[in-house]
């Protein structure tokens, strides 16, 4: 089974942005953690990060040519803005968590509105980088039941 983890805007800034926000791991430190978790899930995973709309877009778009089977997508500030993320989403019919690592509902009242949570079959926020390992349990488990 193949997982693609997308990225989005500033997260490639992890480790050195907002630390008391969003914690000291890097984004590579997030990736190896994701990544040893697959190998011990038996599934593989595919990284991608842009901080531009449209290569996420074009990367949802790849990901069924790809035998890409589910989605974890941490948007950004994607999340609160981007209808096109979500028909992406929506169009390619695979199953997405979308992951905060922040609390996003104890924050600033813009980002209590996510436009991915309704097309995604679930959301986990506020556990810091655990959070994406939390998610690609659930994925797995999910597309295993």
Do not use: W
Not at 4 to 13: K, R
Not at 47 to 61: C, M, P, T
Not at 126 to 137: C, E, I
Request: proline share 5%; charged share 20%; hydrophobic share 40%.
């Amino acid at each position: 089974m193949k997982i693609l983890v997308l990225h989005g805007p500033n997260l490639n800034l992890l480790g050195k942005r907002e630390p008391e926000i969003y914690g000291r791991d890097t984004l590579e430190d997030i990736n190896r953690g994701l990544s040893e978790l697959a190998g011990a899930l038996q599934v593989e995973t595919l990284f991608y990060q842009s901080n531009h709309e449209g290569e996420l877009i074009d990367r949802i778009h790849q990901a069924p040519a790809e035998g890409v089977v589910g989605m974890l997508i941490n948007p950004g500030g994607y999340t609160h803005t981007s209808n096109a993320l979500r028909d992406a989403i929506t169009g390619v019919d695979i199953p997405t968590i979308e992951v905060h690592l922040s609390n996003v509902h104890a924050r600033e009242s813009f980002r209590h509105h996510s436009y991915i949570a309704p097309v995604a079959i679930g959301q986990i926020c506020g556990f810091g980088p655990f959070g994406y390992q939390l998610a690609l349990r659930g994925l797995v488990a999910k597309l295993k039941s």
